[in-house]
């Protein structure tokens, strides 16, 4: 990080902060993520792991986060808003504040719910475990003002079910949005958890968020990240999350929006016999880069994780999945499995999987396969000899490419929206329905 930008970056953190109202606590917890920022700095070019990222914004960017408008945040327009889904309690955070005007009652379900502004000034920092490719996730915490805090209990009526919306509507000018959740589960607490970041136009904005979550002893939480911002957005994405003795974690993200994002995942299997499931689809078309890069370590005896990823590159779009699987020397009986597969659908477009072994023990099973190319010839030959036009050939030969991922998603509801969205923007907007 240039030291132009380190000075700005703290010149507009003691603004913020100045600016605060004095029901906005914590200022504690921001002032150390702020030092700790300072020290490990914002990712630069010379960086591996951020080499695909588009990190030229930072340069020219305000940090301060969007003016708190209440008025503007109760003024979302429900036709902005995805249909609602049956059993799920809806928040919405616009511009990274809460906007009790368009959500539920936060005592609504089984889970308990505060928007972070109310949280005293003594709440702690950020987890010191975050780790350097999570230094987006300190920037959020140094300017975030408000999130979501979430504590999921063990109950005997079924998983909690909770849909958090957080909507950019703020110009990149006028400030940033900081979305913020913090998760924890409970021992043998169940969450089915929908995470959609949503733009209302496709004006620029600049999207900083962050997820932490523990999951304790046999927890398991199903958590779905969708992204689908404007056009011209520019997202900085951080997740964090460490799991206990039995706990399972399912993990399905897909990326569809955004002019340039990067997403940063941070694992941590803690506890004898924890899992992840992580499933992950990116769809790019146009100039659009999507980058996610996803560190999963093994630190515990018979831990699991079974990785997907599926990735499709149109036009001039570049997209890039860097899976990094570490295996300690504690984690005997470890069984680690990668697929990350990438589909060229445009002569300019860019595919990169990169998949990244560390093991330290020899008690361990693992397998990881990474492809990338152009749509598989023969198949294309066997639906046209069967009829089909070319171009409607193309489309179903991309539709079934998602599959390993589109069919993860078990709320039917929400995998109708999704499979609706992906099918306008993979497919040009034309009608597809027998694929779907």
Known sequence: MSTLLADRIAAQHASTLAALPPQLAGGARRRAAMAALATAGLPGARDENWKYANLRPLERQSFTPAPLNPGAAAAAAPAELPQRLPGFARDVFRDGNFAPALSDPL????????????????????????????????????????????????????????????????????????????????????????????????????????????????????????????????LFDSLSATLGADA?????????????????????????????????????????????????????????????????????????????????????????????????????????????????????????????GKLDEQMLFYLLARGLDRETAQRALKWAFLGDVVARIEPPQLRQQIETRLAAQMLGGSTFREFL
């Open 107 to 234: 005592e609504a379900g089984p889970a308990r719910i505060l928007p972070l502004a109310v949280f005293e000034s003594g709440s702690p920092p950020a987890p010191a475990h975050a780790g350097r490719d999570q230094r987006f996730a300190l920037l959020n915490a140094a300017f975030a003002t408000d999130g979501a805090s979430i504590a999921v209990p063990a109950t005997a009526a079924g998983p909690a079910r909770i849909e958090l919306l957080f909507v950019a509507s703020a110009a990149a000018e006028a400030g940033a949005s900081y979305p913020r959740v913090e998760l924890r589960l409970e021992p043998e607490a169940r969450l089915t958890l929908i995470e959609r970041h949503l733009g209302v136009s496709d004006g620029a904005s600049f999207v900083a968020s962050a997820v932490a979550a523990e999951l304790d002893r046999g927890a398991a939480l199903e958590h779905y990240r969708l992204q689908e911002l404007g056009a011209r957005a520019i």
């Open 248 to 372: 399972r974690y399912h993990l399905r993200a897909i990326g569809s929006g955004a002019l340039a994002a990067r997403s940063s995942i941070q694992v941590r299997l803690a506890g004898e016999r924890a899992g992840l499931a992580f499933a992950a689809a990116s769809l790019g078309d146009r100039q659009q880069l999507q980058d996610t890069y996803a560190a999963v370590e093994h630190l515990a005896p018979n831990t699991r994780t079974e990785e997907t990823f599926r990735g499709i590159a149109a036009g001039r779009a570049r997209i890039a999945f860097n899976g990094r699987m570490v295996v300690a020397r504690e984690a005997r009986g470890a069984d680690s499995r990668q697929s990350l597969r990438g589909l060229l659908a445009g002569a300019d477009a860019e595919i990169d999987v990169r998949p990244q072994l560390e093991i330290y023990t020899d008690e361990v099973s693992a397998s990881h396969g990474a492809t990338a």
